[in-house]
């Protein structure tokens, strides 16, 4: 857990639910499970094991397209993948529709809607103005056919005034500096600051929002590092709100991530200093930063496993379900790409809290 401070809130106006995602945590795939797919043949393979599962509707491109069609090009691929992500989204937007219709209070659902209409806002801004697909558009708050009747006439009229604001401000700073980054890194600021609001007469989901800050934060840094960026990029893209302050990142100018995962051993980020050797015997830096990532976060939610009034376990079950939904894409992505087993369960994880 982060923090020993950060206490259960009994209430319950949550016991029902609760008592719903009991049923549903004992259909979320086990690790063995994991480690099936990524050991199965093919596409074909994955098949046989979905079907006894929540998944087991797999898209009918995925069944009858050929193998030789799947190897022939990119466009095949590009199909079937569209198709698979399709199918994980709609068991996700499912899954916090069914939850916040049984809720009395779904304040501490939202930032999940949120961060999915942010993603569609993006592919609107870039849409605009680097000529980027707005291919894959997720239902949300916003639905779909609003925003890409908006993307398609360049005109964000039909959105909240909110996201017209958030747009309208960063309009204005690209046309200042045609800097494409500026749109990631303003809606990412402005998504936390609406989760941070909305989540803070929740301390138990406000403390998380706070260290899913801090490790984007620190992956960034890293990889500004990794990539000898210019030193005023890490500036630029820091996210505000988290628990550890832009000073803790030291001079961007002289800070080497080495020396910043030296003082993170002394925070409740530690577990990220330690290097390990993934399932093929090799250290994927990539890889593991991001398992660690969510092991931290995973932690701090494994207290509420075991209480039935509070939303905390309902927070606790989206985060493994949507955990679940990455794992699988990464192990579709992987077979659909070749990819050996042991590199693909070096690139899934963690499975339970």
């Known amino acids: 857990m982060l923090s020993p401070k950060i206490k259960i809130?009994?209430?319950p106006d949550y016991t029902f639910a609760v008592a719903k995602?009991?049923?549903?945590?004992?259909?979320?795939?086990?690790?063995s499970v994991f480690y099936q797919l990524a050991d199965s043949r093919g596409l074909s393979g994955l098949e046989s094991i979905l079907n006894s599962t929540a998944y087991g509707n797999l898209p009918a491109s995925l069944r009858s397209l050929p193998a030789a069609d799947r190897q022939a090009g990119k466009q095949a691929g590009k199909t079937v993948l569209s198709?698979?992500?399709?199918?994980?989204?709609a068991e996700e937007i499912t899954t916090l529709k069914e939850l916040r219709s049984f809720l009395k209070d779904d304040k501490f659902l939202m930032p999940f809607f949120y961060k999915r209409d942010f993603h569609n806002l993006k592919l609107f801004a870039k849409s605009k103005f680097t000529k980027v697909e707005?291919?894959?558009?997720?239902?949300s708050l916003v639905g779909k056919e609003t925003l890409a009747k908006a993307i398609i006439g360049e005109d964000f009229s039909f959105l909240p005034k909110t996201y017209q604001d958030f747009l309208n401000e960063i309009w204005k700073e690209y046309e200042k500096n045609g800097n494409w980054q500026i749109l990631d890194a303003f809606l990412e600021q402005r998504l936390y600051e609406q989760i941070l609001n909305i989540t803070e007469e929740f301390s138990f989901a406000n403390y998380f929002f706070k260290a899913e800050i801090d490790l984007i934060n620190i992956k960034t840094f890293i990889r500004c590092k990794k990539r000898d960026a210019e030193n005023d990029l890490?500036?630029?893209?820091?996210?505000?709100?988290?628990?550890?302050?832009?000073?803790?990142?030291?001079?961007?100018?002289?800070?080497?991530?080495?020396?910043?995962?030296?003082?993170?051993?002394?925070?409740?980020?530690?577990?990220?200093?330690?290097?390990?050797?993934?399932?093929?015997?090799?250290?994927?830096e990539f890889y593991e930063m991001g398992k660690k990532c969510h092991l931290v976060l995973m932690k701090h939610l494994s207290c509420a496993r075991y209480t039935a009034f509070g939303y905390e376990p309902i927070l606790r079950y989206i985060f493994l379900k949507t955990n679940e939904i990455r794992n699988l894409r990464a192990v579709f992505v992987g077979k659909l790409h070749n990819v050996s087993s042991e590199e693909i369960k070096a690139s899934i994880g963690p499975f339970n809290a």
């Open 9 to 11: 809130q009994k209430s």
């Open 21 to 31: 995602i009991r049923a549903w945590e004992s259909k979320l795939l086990s690790a």
């Open 83 to 89: 198709d698979f992500d399709d199918l994980l989204d």
């Open 134 to 139: 707005a291919d894959w558009l997720k239902e």
């Open 234 to 284: 890490f500036d630029g893209l820091f996210i505000i709100g988290g628990l550890l302050d832009k000073k803790f990142f030291g001079g961007t100018g002289e800070e080497s991530a080495d020396k910043l995962l030296q003082r993170l051993k002394f925070t409740p980020y530690d577990i990220l200093t330690s290097t390990e050797k993934d399932a093929s015997g090799r250290f994927d």
